[in-house]
């Protein structure tokens, strides 16, 4: 018989038997964050834990089944750094572009986080309560349950995408920036693209930088402002429509026109 598959949150963290193991899933986790902290995502390994832990590599077997399950740990970990004792204002909008921004947060805390492999259901206790948090936001939204899960799903990568950039942005060397900046403005002065000149004339090169936090919350905004009020507004739309339907069918002796 095929055993039934687990992951580490449903896995035992210590046998029954046998005597008390030396160290915890916590432990773990900790030095594998910190060692990420320091020297990225590329620095954690089963066997550099096990170094920091002062222990062997084949002890850690004891508390996870591989790196995948460290990942697992690591990420629902900064999860839990995510405040969720923020009250909700009723605005599904406003309140979930403040959580991702408290998520963005997160990320540029720890940059490695956005390099952590996405997977849809790389959810642990803190990210299930993550999960709530933003459903519980949208409680008022008129849509189907796997809709709102979408949006948390897209809310979330464009937190870590954000990040990614910004992190990215934060080493790039300023020369380096203003040769890009010189060569697309160059390419779009040329005649051929005529809508990235006039969007370029818009906002010129010699313009200031937008703080990223500023366009961060803009674009959050426009984009959950897209996918909760015009589906709400969608949905208002048929419910009017069923409705003449209805009472269509029921002139009509219940038989359609």
């Known amino acids: 018989m095929a055993q039934e598959p687990v992951t580490v949150w449903t896995r035992a963290e210590r046998g029954a038997r046998g005597r008390l193991p030396a160290h915890s899933r916590a432990d773990l986790t900790a030095v594998a964050v910190e060692l990420a902290d320091r020297g990225g995502l590329s620095a954690v390994s089963m066997r550099q ?3 920091e832990l002062g222990t062997g590599q084949a002890s850690l077997y004891r508390y996870v089944s591989g790196r995948d399950d460290l990942l697992d740990l690591m990420t629902d970990a ?14 599904p909008v406003a309140d979930l572009v403040a959580l991702a921004a408290r998520a963005k947060a997160v990320h540029l805390r720890h940059p490695w986080l956005p390099d952590i492999p996405p997977e849809p259901l790389r959810l642990g206790p803190r990210g299930v309560d ?13 849509l189907p349950g796997p809709a709102k899960m979408e949006i ?3 809310m979330s990568a464009l937190v870590a995408q954000f990040a990614r950039a910004e992190i ?3 080493r790039a060397t300023t020369d380096r920036q203003a040769a890009q900046a010189a060569y697309l403005s160059q390419t779009a002065s040329q005649g051929d693209h005529p809508h990235v000149a006039a969007a370029m004339a818009e906002h010129p090169g010699t313009a200031p930088a ?11 905004r426009r984009v959950l402002t897209g996918l909760v009020v015009d589906d709400i507004t969608a949905a ?3 419910d009017v429509a069923a409705g003449e339907e209805a009472e269509t069918e029921s002139e009509g002796g219940g038989h359609p026109r």
């Not at 900064?78 to 605005?91: K, N, Q, R």
């Open 49 to 51: 834990v096990a170094k």
């Open 236 to 238: 208002g739309v048929e």
């Open 168 to 170: 990215q942005g934060s």
């Open 152 to 154: 948390v799903a897209l």
């Open 78 to 91: 900064m999860a839990g750094e995510i405040d969720l004792d923020v009250p909700l204002h009723g605005d």
């Open 210 to 220: 937008e703080d990223p936090q500023r366009l961060f919350e803009r674009t959050m």
């Open 130 to 142: 993550y999960l709530e948090y933003a459903l519980r936001a949208m409680a008022s939204v008129r």
